[in-house]
């Protein structure tokens, strides 16, 4: 069990069984028409997990998130770090302001934010830390997740850089980064599950 970011498919997306997505693309699409924006429709077909294929992003939410917030707090304005840290749904739409939208199996309403604006607050944070090369550039199948349990740790032990000094805040920077990276790069959209 637990939170995971995990990319969303075109069934998904617009599907209304139970674990669909259909509700929140309507009042998305709905909200993105009264803003005078084109609707978000062009979101691609499931991918199976394929390490290494770049093709679908799964990753598990674990480590501690109190320097990654206290990170934000420093190099990030507040409004800034509401947008980074405070979505619920990702898209790779350009939006000038989130979009709050309430869910049905809730009782709270849900943030969804451009994967277009969550991309330079991430890129920002990875500047600040000194992400390494080395961090995966896909998150198939927990990719990230492993990464920073095993290479990372033995990369870090030889490394000076800011990143090491705390792999947990580095994990959510790269978490972050490559979420609204993938977003942009397939067209889909990024949830919490």
């Not at 500047?127 to 870090?156: G, V």
Request: aromatic fraction near 8%; charged fraction near 25%; hydrophobic fraction near 40%.
């Amino acid at each position: 069990m637990g939170v995971y970011l995990v990319s969303v498919g075109v069934k998904e997306w617009f599907g209304n069984e139970e674990d669909g997505w259909g509700g929140v693309a309507s009042a998305l699409n709905a909200e993105l028409r009264r803003r005078g924006l084109p609707p978000y429709k062009d979101v691609p077909a499931e991918t199976d997990f394929a390490p290494g294929s770049g093709q679908a992003f799964e990753e598990k939410l674990t480590p501690d998130m109190t320097g990654f917030l206290t990170l934000c707090q420093t190099h990030l304005s507040r409004e800034e770090s509401e947008i980074l840290c405070g979505w619920t749904v990702l898209v790779p739409v350009s939006l000038d302001e989130e979009i709050w939208l309430p869910i049905e199996s809730d009782d709270h309403e849900s943030m969804v934010a451009g994967a277009p604006q969550v991309l330079p607050l991430a890129e920002k944070l990875a500047a600040a830390i000194e992400l390494p090369a080395e961090a995966p550039a896909t998150c198939d199948n927990l990719d990230l997740s492993t990464w920073f349990r095993h290479e990372a740790k033995e990369l870090a032990a030889s490394r000076t850089e800011l990143w090491t000094k705390d792999l947990d805040t580095t994990f959510y920077v790269a978490l972050f980064l490559r979420a609204a990276q993938h977003s942009i790069r397939r067209g889909c959209p990024i949830v919490y599950t």
